[in-house]
């Protein structure tokens, strides 16, 4: 049996990533807070107020490539800790501006920069070197801090009621810069070959290797496949990357980032407190940890499955907000919260997973930013699309209608990949000596 250590340092990476990404999504999930205090002040449309995070998302989607490449070429010490100075500089500028077209080169484009560097594109092919058949485990782990980051609005609203929003800023600049920054130089490595290991904790000597690359093994299905060189050239001409494209527009562009960053001024608009809102949206955010954790679901049941079970949590949570009529059934939100958080948050590891299962190599972080571009593009439409809904009818009802399709259509869109077909997850591997001594 393969030696392993007490604490394999795949481990302390995803550690490590847990807190920047709680940090950096964080700051960017705020933004529903500061709509409200930024509309208040300066008597913006929701339209154009909600194009400072439709823009923030298309660019977050447009340098996924970047980043990834990035990481691929440099690693994720300097490149992730770069991010995290760029997202400290830009909020911390947030705190200055008195125009809308400064909030959309500070939060639109230099924030977006900074979350896209430290974030999920250069996350995913780095937890993916130290995991292979606890990958989706350790992605959904990962994910728990993106679902922390959700808490975040409650910590602000706090910030803006004591102190005000541009204060409120500064504290979350200092937040990225002073300790993501520092934590993210001296702990996060690059692979397991940097520390003489090897992909699930198996320490680097002959005998071991061989039984974790035999073990490996046994969940491709298909070699040919498996074994090329896939760049992001080549990548681009399979339908798989597109399926995966589109699956991350229709989840995050178009379902969580058309209902995210209007839902607290939907829920003040029902009559609802800011505070309750903020309430809601983190127990969204507990919730949503809880289904990221699941991610470890994935490994035993497929990405397949695991993709429509998701989409079908996470359309209940939709049409609970559309059955939320005032403030007379808060039972409503509370049910949105946990099935529109369940569901979403087993996507957030799935997906990923999926994309590391068929385009595993060095360059699966330009791939997998690629696919993040979906992201994007979807992202500069929802926000905007909900706020333009809202201006000309008074309502997000139409808008939130549009989220339960896409997300139905998401899981679509991972099926339509079907990475089972290139790898097996290990739960589902064929048992044999080889692949129970792992």
Same mark, same amino acid.
């Given at each position: ?71 691929? !070429?440099?690693?994720? !010490? ?55 058949? !606890? ?115 229709? #989840? ?37 940890? #809880? ?46 919260? #946990? ?81 089972? !077909? ?17």
């Amino acid at each position: 049996m393969p030696k392993r250590s007490w604490l394999f340092y795949g481990w302390i990476v995803v550690a490590v990533a847990f807190v920047t990404v709680a940090v950096g999504y964080g700051i960017r999930y705020s933004f529903s807070v500061f709509f409200v205090s930024i509309i208040d002040e300066f008597g913006w449309s929701r339209a154009d107020t909600s194009l400072i995070f439709s823009i923030n998302l298309l660019l977050y989607g447009a340098f996924g490539p970047i980043a990834g490449s990035m990481v691929d !070429r440099l690693g994720p !010490r300097a490149v992730i800790g770069f991010g995290a100075f760029v997202l400290a500089v830009g909020t911390a500028l947030c705190a200055l501006a008195n125009a809308i077209w400064q909030f959309y080169i500070l939060w639109g484009i230099l924030m977006s920069f900074g979350i896209c560097v430290l974030g999920y594109v250069s996350h995913t092919p780095l937890i993916s070197n130290w995991f292979i058949r !606890r990958r989706g485990t350790a992605i959904g782990i990962f994910g728990v801090g993106l679902a922390i980051s959700f808490s975040m609005p409650t910590l602000t609203q706090y910030l803006i009621d004591s102190v005000g929003w541009r204060a409120s800023f500064l504290v979350l600049a200092a937040l990225s810069g002073a300790l993501v920054m520092p934590l993210v130089i001296a702990f996060q490595r690059h692979k397991p070959s940097d520390m003489g290991l090897e992909p699930d904790g198996v320490k680097s000597n002959q005998a071991d290797i061989s039984s974790a690359k035999a073990s490996h093994q046994a969940l491709v299905v298909n070699k040919e496949w498996a074994a090329r060189e896939w760049t992001l050239p080549r990548a681009l001409k399979t339908y798989q990357v597109w399926a995966l494209f589109f699956a991350m527009m229709s #989840v995050w562009g178009l379902t969580v980032n058309v209902i995210l960053p209007h839902f607290v001024a939907y829920s003040v608009d029902q009559g609802y407190s800011k505070m309750f809102a903020t309430y809601v949206y983190s127990l969204y955010g507990i919730v949503y940890g #809880v289904g990221s954790f699941m991610g470890t679901l994935s490994d035993r049941i497929g990405r397949e499955r695991a993709g429509f079970l998701a989409s079908g949590l996470a359309a209940i949570g939709v049409l609970m907000l559309i059955l939320n009529q005032g403030n007379s059934t808060p039972w409503a939100l509370y049910a949105y919260a #946990v099935f529109f958080g369940l569901g979403t948050g087993l996507h957030t590891p799935n997906i990923p997973a999926a994309c590391a299962d068929l385009f595993q190599g060095k360059h699966l972080g330009a791939i997998y930013g690629f696919c993040t571009f979906g992201l994007g593009i979807g992202g500069l439409f929802g926000p905007w699309v909900a706020g333009l809904v809202f201006d000309r009818l008074n309502t997000y009802v139409p808008a939130f209608w549009m989220s339960f399709v896409a997300v139905m259509l998401c899981s679509v869109f991972v099926w339509i990949a079907r990475p089972s !077909r290139v790898r097996v997850v290990a739960g589902m591997a064929p048992k044999s000596k080889k692949t129970a001594s792992a």
